[in-house]
């Protein structure tokens, strides 16, 4: 574990000492700060100190940060706390100016009024000052919180992998429901409200694919199918397939219901079809269609890779399936069939 100390008696002169400074603060696991009764060295172009700058980083790195307070300090500290708050209630959003204003401030133990500025950044952001004394060893207290920290550690390492899959979960469920927002904006009364608009969403939504075969150790990768390139949406009537819309990189027109080897066609007219995957081995693209009422939606895959063997289309068809893009297209389907 990488840690950085930091204390108030920094003294760093030019914009690459304290840039130096701040990637070692990135590169490190831990912050501890020592604060006193100066604030140490001041960036004029940033209105604040170099402690302060390399507090903000650690904060924003999600970084652990241990703070240390002279005893004296910290207890004049919490005396200004409401004359602080009303301060920053006044400027909130004009951060200079609040700066102004508690350089105003008259002050027992604390030399340089920036002082309660930091303390204050630090207790708003949420983190515990803990007090010292000085000339007392402050060895034992940071050897106490240190090795608390590596206890909780330890604990959180036992279920590292129920952490990861329940953050991976939430992300894949956070994107799922913004972006079934915006296709049940396109949907009203089963009806599609502007086509191309919707395809373009939908299409956004069909990711790259691995396709995958267990076998008796291990997942083997059969191919990978790129981004979809294209989406064609058909509406079904009296003696054809009519184009609605499409999105992509494609040629697409009306196909009357005689022809058979339409894809669109033999999917529209086979009541087994709810899905259906076909295969054009001159263009290695596949094709993922699925119908809703009279609609009939045409995703093309291409393949990234050589001519699939007609063994594994099953396993394609089913990657597909189990795809984040098909997520939306069953979304799509019962947003539709209401």
Partial sequence: MKVLFLKRVLCLLNWDSVKTCLEYVKDSDMLILFIDTKAGSMISSEGKSVTHLEFLTAHEEGKKVLVYVNRQVVDEFFKLKNKLDEVNDLYFNNYRQFVNVVDTFETTYISDSYVLVLLYDLYQKG??????????????????????????????????????????????????????????????????????LLLSRLQNQMDRIVVEKKSKYQNEKITVLNPATAITLYSMESDEMVLVEYSGDVTAENIPLDNRDSYVVITATNPEYEEALFYNYDKNLFYFLFKVNTYVFCVHYPNDGEIIKEEYHDFVFNAILESKGYRYCFFLKKLMEG
């Fill in 127 to 196: 983190y515990y000052l803990n007090s010292f004394e000085l000339g007392i060893d402050l060895d034992d207290q940071i050897k106490q919180h240190l090795s608390s920290i590596m206890k909780k550690s330890l604990r959180y390492l036992s279920i590292e992998k129920d952490i990861q899959r329940a953050m991976y979960h939430f992300s894949i469920y956070r994107d799922f429901y913004e972006n079934s927002l915006r296709l049940v904006e396109l949907i009203r009364n089963g009806k599609i409200v502007d086509a191309r």
